[in-house]
């Protein structure tokens, strides 16, 4: 049983990292205006804090997190992912903001589309 239990504490969880993904995001977006000038900051900031806390969670796994923030404009976006990997063991988990949920969604002026690939080691 111990075994069991360590093996699914170690897999890259979508019920770890999705509330990670969110958490971050909704603090560097959250009620900001669309500013060209800050996406890039944006961008690196939340690959960088996503990164830190996924490393965290101590899990034997290289990590990839992509950010893409889009202005609010009306413009169609296209995005796809393709991995060639272990589907026992590597994992990928993907947030859209701002959700379903998320209120105010009709006033954002932005979405960001941010990606977090974990790999075992």
């Known amino acids: 049983m111990d075994e069991l239990q360590s093996s699914e504490e170690l897999i890259f969880?979508?019920?770890q990292v999705k509330p990670i993904l969110q958490n971050v995001v909704d603090e560097v977006?959250?009620?900001?205006?669309?500013?060209e000038d800050q996406v890039q900051q944006w961008v690196d900031t939340?690959?960088?804090k996503c990164m830190k806390?996924?490393?965290d969670l101590?899990?034997?796994y290289k990590y990839v997190v992509t950010c893409q923030i889009m202005q609010a404009s009306g413009?169609?976006?296209?995005?796809?992912?393709?991995?060639?990997w272990n589907q026992e063991e590597d994992n990928l988990v993907q947030y859209f903001w701002p959700n379903e949920k998320?209120?105010?969604?009709?006033?954002?002026?932005?979405?960001?589309?941010?990606?977090?690939?974990?790999?075992?080691l």
Do not use: W
């Open 29 to 35: 977006l959250n009620k900001q205006p669309y500013d």
């Open 46 to 48: 939340i690959c960088d």
């Open 53 to 55: 806390q996924m490393a």
């Open 75 to 84: 413009a169609g976006l296209h995005s796809s992912v393709s991995c060639y």
């Open 13 to 15: 969880n979508e019920e």
């Open 102 to 120: 998320k209120k105010d969604r009709n006033n954002c002026k932005m979405y960001c589309i941010i990606t977090a690939v974990g790999m075992f």
């Open 58 to 60: 101590q899990k034997p």
